[in-house]
């Protein structure tokens, strides 16, 4: 301040600290509020509610695009292939132990608001051909059913595998409120479920060792020359031949629903992300990045760029979201986003569809189907059980029970009885050939196995021993008469 005249006067020069200081509070709220947006007041306002991404209406899981739409909309660079292969070794390893590598890694990437940290975990799996399994959610077929799927977390699915996992992660999609699995899933040589034409970006091994990623038709999934051993579908094909495939991917899944929009959020948002693919070695690659839905985490163009730096040639991605989990020999190793049910101030994994399992070199299935034991990488088969898994029946040495006749190795059972060595009766409301024919017979009364005729109980007779019910409609008739005459009269 300067006196004029007796008068205090502001001081005009001031230092740009004295202007600046006042507006600091004001400064530092804009400066919050752009780098953590509001998240929505409700759920309803929120297109991927509760941490649940998927760019899909309920129940779908793909474009309705055929095979050939997406193969003539691929860029010339494509040669119109919907898919890539790359080989691998299926020589059994040296070691029984499963060989892998992880790493936690914290990468920048560039974003309008400045530098943001991408934080997460990314393994590189050796032998996958032996190594690595998709398992249905705990256990074998819970994809099989239509309503009422049971959802597991990881840790609960991996428990049910003989053998455990050293490495685990959960895998597809499912519907949110039936826990139906979604897409292409063979598991150890299982085809458990196809996607009836829905188009969307697979990942799989077959019985050659090659490792397969992309847009593969249905007639490829049961293809039984050279069969899936394995195979799980995500949405968006992040990574192909080394090169970030978002935009190309986003274009071919989301034709059915460009008027929503929920394929550009769901490529945008920043969220947890997982991922499945392979480098140059042949190697498997399993990668996760944790986050929370609009708040932190990576986009999916970030995401393929961040796999392709760490020596990424094929991916998918995964369901993310809440449902990113990784757990190494059973505990868990990454942040979920779900609060803990009772105890909201930790957070605890999701229930979740398929999850993916690396495992010390084993048969195919462990099991070897309930017909043999598992020795090294090979199943000893019990007779007449033989293939890789002692899947096949080979009757020759066999009389099939003495209810039908070995014929090229299978049994043809006689009429009546059914089963792979036609073991089985045929139960009572069945007949014929394999029992595939119905029959209907009423109360205690069954059909005979080879005609179909009701063999009826004592005091009942007719077509389908019904006939004893008779003198009561006749009784209940007369009744109805003698009531209709009195009211008559």
């Known amino acids: 301040m300067v006196m004029s ?60 695009r055929t095979i050939r739409d997406i193969s003539n909309c691929l860029h010339t660079t494509w040669n119109n292939r919907t898919f890539e292969t790359f080989h691998v070794s299926t020589q059994p390893p040296v070691s029984e132990e499963v060989t892998y590598h992880l790493h936690k890694f914290a990468d920048v990437t560039d974003r309008p ?48 595998r003989k053998g455990g996992c050293k490495l685990a992660a959960n895998g597809g999609f499912f519907v949110v409120v039936s826990g139906q699995c979604l897409g292409n899933i063979v598991s150890d040589g299982r085809v458990v479920r196809t996607t009836n034409n829905e188009q969307n970006a697979n990942f799989g091994i077959r019985e050659d060792g090659s490792i397969v990623v992309g847009y593969i038709p249905d007639e490829e999934i049961l293809n039984t020359t050279n069969p899936f051993r394995q195979l799980v579908t995500g949405v968006v094909w992040l990574v192909r031949n080394g090169t970030n495939y978002v935009d190309e991917s986003k274009k071919m899944e989301c034709a059915d629903h460009e008027d929503t929009g929920h394929m550009d959020t769901f490529v945008e948002v920043m969220s947890a992300r997982s991922a499945l693919g392979h480098d140059a070695q042949g190697r498997l690659v399993m990668a ?17 760029d961040l796999l392709i730096r760490h020596g990424v ?20 190793i990454n942040y979920p986003s779900d609060h803990c049910v009772g105890n909201g101030q930790y957070r605890c994994p999701r229930a979740v569809s398929t999850a993916l399992c690396v495992h010390d070199v084993q048969c195919l299935d462990p099991e070897c189907r309930g017909h043999g034991k598992c020795e090294g990488t090979e199943c000893m088969c019990h007779s007449p059980w033989t293939g890789g898994v002692c899947e096949t029946l080979n009757c020759s040495n066999t009389d099939c029970t003495g209810h039908g006749n070995c014929s090229d190795g299978v049994c043809e059972c006689d009429e009546g009885w059914t089963g792979e060595l036609c073991e089985k009766a045929c139960p009572s409301n069945r007949y014929g050939q394999d029992c595939r024919q119905y029959c209907w017979c009423f109360g205690n009364s069954h059909c005979h196995p080879t005609t179909g005729h009701c063999v009826c109980p004592p005091g009942f007779s007719g077509y389908t021993c019904m006939d004893a019910f008779a003198p009561f409609v006749q009784l209940l008739l007369d009744w109805c008469q003698c009531v209709l005459l009195i009211s008559v009269q």
């Not at 998918?316 to 505990?331: F, I, K, Q, R, Y």
């Open 5 to 64: 005249g007796g008068v205090l006067l502001p001081c005009i020069r001031c230092s740009l600290s004295q202007i600046l200081l006042p507006l600091l509070p004001l400064l530092l709220f804009l400066s919050y509020a752009v780098t953590h947006p509001p998240r929505p007041r409700t759920a309803s306002r929120d297109i991927f509610p509760f941490d649940y991404l998927s760019p899909y209406p309920p129940g779908t899981h793909g474009s309705r």
């Open 113 to 160: 608001l400045g530098p943001k940290y991408l934080v997460g975990t990314i393994a590189y799996v050796e032998e996958p051909y032996h190594t690595f399994s998709v398992l249905e959610p705990g256990g074998e077929g819970s994809c099989s059913k239509l309503y009422g799927a049971a959802r597991k977390t990881v840790g609960d699915t991996t428990a049910t």
């Open 288 to 304: 996760q990045i944790e986050g929370q839905t609009h708040r932190r985490g990576a986009n999916l163009v970030e995401f393929a």
């Open 313 to 332: 040639v094929n991916a998918v991605n995964l369901d993310g979201g809440g449902s990113s989990t990784l757990m190494e020999d059973g505990v868990l």
